[in-house]
């Protein structure tokens, strides 16, 4: 069962996934366009998050976070390829 007291960090990590993952497409998309500057600065960032996700994670010793953030991650991939295709 969600403890409560987790409920904030939850909502943190859907919402970090949602960006994670729409920059992910937006990443994949630069590296299709051959456009290297662009891919290197959303891998960074791409990076910084995934590490500061698995920290809090570790660091939380609840599956709650990693299932939000998860979620997120779907929702961001679903606006990214989205957003993609409205060019």
Known sequence: ?????????????????????????LYYIAIGEGRALRSAIISTIHTVLAIFVVATVIVSRSPWPLLFYALGGGVGTYCGVRHRNKK
């Open 1 to 25: 069962m969600l403890n409560l007291a987790l409920l904030p960090l939850c909502l943190l990590f859907a919402v970090i996934g949602t960006i994670e993952d729409f920059i992910v497409s």
